[in-house]
């Protein structure tokens, strides 16, 4: 009877500090977990404030700002346009001529009524 006795009181103490254990680790956990989804939250802000940035910065008129005042870029016309063949020859910017004055119609004069 003593040797089960002793038997089931170490039995019962291995399973105490078992339990001990267990609910160490738990809490451990738990704190853990509770830190990361602190930092998840901070990191959502952080992403979102980012995102906001992000649109304020790419908005088409303070590019076009930053395109002309910094990198000194201006907007393209035939006059300024080069094309560039396969070969890597250039071929000249043609420039279309100024519109003519219709042929069927009488030139506009001042004062002619």
Do not use: C, F, W
């Amino acid at each position: 009877m003593a040797r089960l006795n002793l038997l089931l009181l170490i039995a019962v103490l291995g399973s105490a500090m078992y339990l001990v254990h267990t609910q160490y680790m738990s809490r451990l956990l738990y704190t853990e977990l509770h830190r990361i989804e602190l930092e998840a939250r901070r990191l959502e802000l952080d992403r979102d404030r980012l995102q906001v940035e992000k649109r304020a910065q790419a908005t088409p008129l303070r590019v076009e700002k930053l395109a002309k005042e910094q990198l000194k870029m201006r907007t393209t016309t035939p006059a300024i346009t080069q094309y560039v063949r396969a070969d890597g020859t250039v071929i000249p910017a043609v420039v279309a001529p100024p519109p003519a004055p219709a042929a069927g119609r009488p030139a506009a004069t001042k004062g002619a009524h």
